[in-house]
């Protein structure tokens, strides 16, 4: 078994977990911004379910604290950027995922021309990613819409949100096209649902009607925005790619009884949802009906369909993490994962924050997804979150983070030899950051430590862990070196 030649290697970072400096070069507040520090929370409220009020998200933007909002700080990727870029070329990445920060670009999503301070960052940053022969794959959308949209507009919710949008996506490929030519629309569309103010900038208190039908609101607004620009990239740049970006939930029945089982179809009727719309061009009838009886009315205008079908997008791309099971039993025990609770799995173990580990689920995912498509797959985000412990003489020592990629590795080279057309796998993350869902960096992902706690004490050196040459040797090797 073997990956094709040019098979992508590298990692994905997030502006709103990695850059900090909130307040410079122009940049304007996003909803990142205002989520807190969670040390205490119980595991399950890790989901990013917590509770945004106006009169909150006020009285945060009016505190300059960086130590309990802890995404202002980041690890300071935007200051240290050459030398993290350095680490990761030295690991031999051929692509890092990145995102733009829309406030960077339109401080409160409204201005009619971009702030130049920020073009300029984004430009250093990739021209130096391409002076140490690392390729872009860039998000437009990850995870912090403007708070100043959420404040006036409840974000995506109104519809006049896709022009804005699209200006600031012009800008993105009209400034950065000679340096990009992989794209991402919107980081884990899915989200809507389960995190809508992280998602789409949604205030749950400030919605007429079901915070649901607002989601979905929201979450076809993203969809039609997504053709659009697809059509807007091709335009400008016909030899770039586009993708969508889909949380993989792969979900097993709990039990062999046919109630689970039709419990675990309804639920991946609706997770498919999203690439049905970017990648196959339309909503299903299943889903449709689905989401009628639940109440909900997908908001078409005239125009929409034609859309959606003429511009689908180029490739799926996915994060992977954990898989779940499904049962119709009120009492079966859920535990935490990306964003979401799911059954627990009896054959699985679990990280300290109730993921359960999956490689097998990988393969599986990838097989799903390319035998439901037949679009090339590429895995952008996938990981272990733990504690680790730095020794003495400034070591880490990690090799339950080389096991499990390597048992991932396997499942995915397997896949691979079985025919799934994969472009490509970058981790979350290369380097340790701030976590999405509970604001710390304790959890750490990375290859490279940074000497940071969750209240931002430290030096912020960046330390090599033992991954890191392990993952080294895994990318020189294109995956056939997995001891």
């Known amino acids: ?148 949209l959420a404040l006036k507009h409840n974000g995506w919710v109104e519809r006049r949100t896709i022009e804005l949008f699209e200006r600031f996506s012009r800008t993105c490929f009209e400034r950065f096209g000679h340096l990009v030519k992989m794209w991402l629309t919107f980081n884990e569309i899915d989200g809507m649902i389960r995190h809508p103010f992280t998602s789409g900038g949604i205030i749950e208190e400030t919605v007429e009607g079901s915070v649901l039908q607002a989601s979905y609101t929201a979450l076809h607004h993203q969809f039609v925005a997504s053709a659009s620009v697809t059509r807007m990239l091709k335009e400008l740049w016909p030899e770039a790619q586009i993708g969508c970006m889909l949380t993989m939930l792969t979900t097993y029945p709990n039990t062999c009884h046919p109630d689970d089982v039709a419990a675990t179809q309804a639920k991946e009727r609706l997770l498919y949802l999203c690439t049905d719309v970017q990648a196959a061009g339309a909503y299903p009838s299943l889903a449709l009906n689905a989401l009628g009886r639940m109440g909900v009315e997908i908001p078409f205008v005239e125009g929409d369909v034609e859309l959606l079908r003429e511009h689908p997008v180029d490739f799926i791309s996915f994060s992977y993490y954990m898989t779940m099971t499904e049962s119709v039993n009120p009492d079966a025990e859920r535990t935490p994962g990306n964003t979401v609770l799911g059954v627990k799995n009896p054959f699985l173990e679990s990280s300290e924050w109730g993921w359960q580990i999956d490689p097998v689920g990988l393969r599986i995912s990838l097989i799903d997804l390319y035998d439901r498509y037949n679009k090339p797959l590429f895995i952008v985000e996938n990981g272990l979150g733990m504690r680790d412990e730095l020794t003495d003489d400034g070591k880490v020592h990690d090799p339950y983070r080389i096991d499990y990629f390597r048992r991932h590795f396997e499942q995915m080279i397997q896949a691979v030899d079985e025919g799934v057309d994969l472009m490509g796998y970058v981790s979350w993350a290369p380097i340790d950051l701030i976590s999405a869902s509970s604001s710390q960096i304790s959890k750490r992902y990375g290859f490279i430590y940074v000497d940071q706690d969750d209240l931002g004490n430290g030096s912020g050196d960046r330390l090599r862990k033992d991954s890191f040459f392990w993952y080294q040797k895994v990318i020189a090797s294109n995956g056939t070196d997995l001891e």
Do not use: C
């Open 1 to 148: 078994m073997a990956l094709p030649k040019g098979f992508r290697w590298g990692g994905a970072l997030a502006a709103n977990q990695v850059e900090g400096a909130w307040r410079e070069g122009g940049r304007g507040p996003a909803v990142s911004d205002v989520a807190t520090y969670k040390p205490k929370a119980d595991p399950k409220e890790y989901a990013l379910h917590h509770v945004n009020t106006v009169a909150s998200i006020t009285a945060a933007l009016e505190d300059d604290d960086t130590v309990y909002y802890p995404k202002r700080r980041g690890i300071d990727f935007y200051h240290r950027y050459p030398e993290d870029l350095a680490l990761f070329a030295e690991m031999g990445f051929t692509t890092l995922r990145v995102s733009i920060a829309w406030t960077r670009l339109y401080p409160t999503g409204e201005e009619l021309e971009p702030n130049e301070e920020g073009v300029a960052y984004y430009l250093a940053l990739f021209e130096e990613m391409q002076r140490v022969g690392i390729e872009p794959l860039v998000t437009l959308s990850h995870y912090d819409p403007p708070i100043a």
